[in-house]
Each structure stands twice: as C-alpha cells, then as structure tokens.
C-alpha cells in the first residue's frame, strides 16, 4: 500500500558565493547553516577553491556566463525568501551581481569577502570600489573590523568608531549594517548593529551592540559565512532584522564554541551544532529520568538535602538553562523513602543548572549534576570518589558576582581546581552561609557515572 505525500514548505534562500572544498566556509557554510534554520537553500557558485583547515591552494573565478546562468536558473524557479552574498571575486561579478539583485524583492544580507584571516587584501581596488553599489542595494551589509576599515576608512577598533562605521556604511545606502568585532582583540567580542529608519522627526539612526565572551579557539574559519547565512535564514522567515542578529549572533557563538576538530588545522565552526542541540533533548531527558528511577529504587533519602534534590542533565551542546532538564519541584523524601514531586521537563532546575553550566565551561564533557545533603558524614564519605574534591566559600562571594552565587561558586571551584591540577572536580563542597543551606554538588560526564557516584557516598554514610 503507498503512502499519502506530505509536502513540506520551507522558506528558501539563495547564497551567491564560492566553494570551500574544505567544507567551512562559502557554499557549504552557507547550505549547512541554511538547513539548520529550516530553510530550503539554493546557490550560484562564483568561484572554486581548492582549500581545506591549513589554507587555500588555488582559486578560480568562473566564467561570468556561467554564474548568470546559474542565478537565472535559480530565480526563475523559486520565491526567494532571502539572499545572501559572499566572495564574488571581481569587479564583473559584483557588478553582475549588482545587477540581478536590482530585481528581488527579498532580503539581500552582503557579507563582503575582501580581507583573508591573514590580513591580505583579496580584491583589487575596481572590485573593492564596485562594492559600493551592491551595498547600496542591501538590507543588511556584514563586513568585520578589516572589510569595514576598507570600505569606510574607519577602523573600528573601539565602540565608538565601529558605530562610526556603520554610520558610513548606512550613508552609502544599506539599510543597516553589522560591524563584527571577532577580529578586533579583547576578551568580549562585540558586534554593532547600525540601522536608519525613518520616523515623524526624520531619520533616525539607531545601534544595538550584541555581546558574548570570547572564545578561546582558532577554528574560525567561515565564521562570517555562518553568521550571514544565519541572519539571511532568519529573515526569510520573515522575522525582523534585530530579532535575526540577535538570533544569528548568538548561532554563531554556539558553532565557534563547539568547533569540529576535523583536519590538521585548526578545524571548522560547527554549522549543525544548535540543530544537534535540539535533538539531544529528548535522549537527555530519558537520561535524567533514568538516574531519577534508580535513586527512587535505592532510596537516597539519606542524601536529601531540606532544599530537595534534583538531577540535572545538559544537552551536548547546552549553552542555557532551557537546554538542560531536571525534576519539576525535585525529588523529596517520603514515609517510604524518596519521590520525584513532577516529571522530567526541559527548564526545571534554575540553581543546579546555572551551576552545571558554568562548570561546563571548563569541562564541556560535564554533562549531569545532582544536589546532595551536607554533613560531616558526607563531606568524610567524598573521600572515596573517584577523583578531586574540591569547594568554594560564600563568604568571599562578591555582590556583583556574574551569574549569581551558582555562576561564581562553578568558576571558583572549578576555575581554581583545573588550574592546580588539571583535573576535573567530582564534586563541590558548598558550605553554605546564613539562611542558605550547605550542599554537596555531584558532577559527572555521564547519567551511569553520575548514579555511581551518588551510590558511592550512599554506600559510605550508611555504614
């Protein structure tokens, strides 16, 4: 018997730029990240490089015939939701570019390809000037520190002269520009967003700046790609610029994070990583429900804290409180010994999980927590873990701590612990301070690693 079709939808987005046969950046940066957005993405091929995680061997520009053909091909067949632009090479490419996108009537997001991680310039000055007119018809032109300073004459090295910037960038006619900060050095990477828009006194130029901590890590390479793709896939769904920077930059911060060491060389962002996120939800949340049964058959109540205790699992690639699950209202104990009070949901722990997560900035593989009761019974019974025990005093907590007390206590437990010895804590000792009660915090890599360790001070303060 066959089956009834079920057509999807998609949005669909086109990316006109060239070919990493490394598979980073360009094309198949732009394509990757496109499926991860749900979006339907097409492509007119500029160039071909033969490149992989060391550098790039040879490039070469194809025909401008061929890549009309292509752009035509595309157009006269799909309702272009969005379009993005990358390395066009040279002048009668951007101009033939120029050109077709005169004609869209979609989004069209410029990252200008101009500048090599190395600094070299890849343009020559006709096709660097004939980016003026492409600018002028973008909805949003993306360039970093080194692509801006070359179309501007500004380097943007400070907040202020990067909103200088995409001031300039605004003028030559795009409706709003994205002054990325990857490659200007400091710890916060910082991107500006400068818009004009018009209201009753005028025009009105206005700047967002979107800010994440640095990552330490020189797989990069098709960040910019990546970030473009992104914002484009979020407009050609139709949402709003600031909501689609928003959105894209913060994409970007999760595949830089979880790079993929693949190569001899530094390796790629991860194009897939937010979609991997999402579906490791599921498998986290029967991993957590799973420890949960097996404290509820041993009874744990020994180690219940008064606060209750919770089991909480991060996803892979978890990088906020909604990615980890955990017990809704805790595990308690009972008359017969201990009880989850609700089901198993994505969200349900706010101080075990903020904890898990800035633990996981110094180990990623970390990927379960649990809460247990502090005594000297237990403190004696982590003795028999199986690796370093270490813990942190409230009492030096600052008032304007990042994170709150669950942030500080990981990154000075943690923090101090790798720097020492370069292992990674079993468990946290929290001593507590007035009106907050002591906790033993259990960490492990996996739900079977974390159920032994919680038997393990079980098996110690019940002799």
């Known amino acids: 018997m066959s089956r009834r079709r079920a057509p999807v939808s998609p949005p669909v987005a086109l990316t006109v730029a060239g070919s990493d046969s490394g598979g980073g950046a360009g094309i198949q940066a732009d394509l990757k990240t496109m499926g991860a957005h749900g979006v339907f993405g097409t492509s007119v091929v500029t160039a071909v490089t033969a490149q992989n995680t060391l550098g790039v061997d040879r490039s070469h520009v194809l025909p401008i015939e061929e890549i009309g053909a292509q752009y035509d091909a595309v157009a006269s067949d799909f309702d272009l939701g969005a379009v993005k632009t990358g390395m066009l090479a040279t002048e009668p490419v951007i101009d033939l570019v120029t050109d077709r996108l005169a004609a869209v009537d979609a989004p069209v997001v410029v990252d200008p390809v101009m500048v090599a991680a190395s600094g070299d310039r890849l343009l020559d000055p006709a096709a660097e000037d004939a980016y003026a007119s492409l600018i002028e018809a973008s909805t949003l032109v993306t360039p970093n520190a080194d692509e801006a300073?070359?179309?501007?004459?500004?380097?943007?090295?400070?907040?202020?002269?990067?909103?200088?910037?995409?001031?300039?960038?605004?003028?030559?006619?795009?409706?709003?520009?994205?002054?990325?900060?990857?490659?200007?050095?400091?710890?916060?990477?910082?991107d500006t967003l400068v818009s004009e828009t018009d209201d009753e006194a005028g025009v009105d130029t206005r700047v967002r700046t979107f800010e994440h901590a640095r990552i330490d890590t020189d797989a990069t390479h098709g960040s910019g790609c990546t970030l473009s793709s992104a914002i484009a896939s979020h407009l050609a769904h139709g949402e709003t610029l600031g909501y689609a920077v928003e959105a894209g930059t913060a994409f970007m911060e999760r595949a830089v994070r979880y790079s993929l060491d693949v190569g001899a060389g530094p390796g790629s962002v991860h194009h897939?990583?937010?979609?991997?996120?999402?579906a490791d939800r599921h498998r986290t949340m029967t991993d957590v429900a799973t420890?949960?049964?097996?404290?509820?058959?041993?009874?744990?109540s020994r180690l219940v804290p008064e606060v209750g205790m919770n089991v909480v699992g991060a996803t892979a690639y978890a990088e906020a409180v909604g990615e980890t699950a955990a017990v809704e209202g805790r595990i308690t104990r009972t008359l017969s010994g201990v009880a989850p009070n609700g089901g198993v949901r994505l969200g349900a722990s706010s101080h075990?999980?903020?904890?898990?997560?800035?633990?996981?900035e110094f180990d990623p593989d970390l990927r379960f927590?649990?809460?247990?009761?502090?005594?000297?019974?237990?403190?004696?019974?982590?003795?028999?873990?199986?690796?370093?025990?270490?813990?942190?005093?409230?009492?030096?907590?600052?008032?304007?701590?990042?994170?709150?007390?669950?942030?500080?206590?990981?990154?000075?437990?943690?923090?101090?612990?790798?720097?020492?010895?370069?292992?990674?804590?079993?468990?946290?000792?929290?001593?507590?301070?007035?009106?907050?009660?002591?906790?033993?915090k259990v960490?492990?890599?996996?739900?079977?690693?974390?159920?032994?360790?919680?038997?393990?001070?079980?098996d110690e303060v019940e002799i």
């Open 149 to 190: 300073a070359v179309l501007t004459g500004i380097d943007p090295d400070d907040p202020e002269r990067a909103r200088a910037a995409g001031e300039a960038l605004v003028e030559m006619g795009a409706d709003a520009a994205l002054v990325t900060g990857g490659h200007v050095g400091s710890d916060t990477v910082t």
């Open 352 to 360: 075990v999980a903020r904890f898990l997560l800035a633990a996981r």
């Open 291 to 300: 420890v949960v049964e097996a404290f509820v058959d041993r009874d744990v």
């Open 369 to 440: 927590a649990v809460n247990c009761r502090f005594d000297d019974e237990t403190e004696a019974a982590t003795a028999a873990l199986d690796g370093p025990v270490t813990e942190y005093d409230r009492a030096a907590e600052p008032e304007d701590a990042a994170g709150g007390t669950m942030g500080w206590g990981a990154r000075r437990a943690f923090g101090s612990a790798v720097d020492e010895t370069g292992e990674t804590p079993v468990a946290v000792l929290d001593r507590g301070d007035v009106g907050k009660e002591a906790i033993v």
């Open 272 to 278: 897939l990583a937010a979609l991997r996120e999402a």
């Open 443 to 458: 960490v492990a890599e996996t739900p079977e690693q974390l159920g032994d360790r919680v038997f393990t001070l079980l």
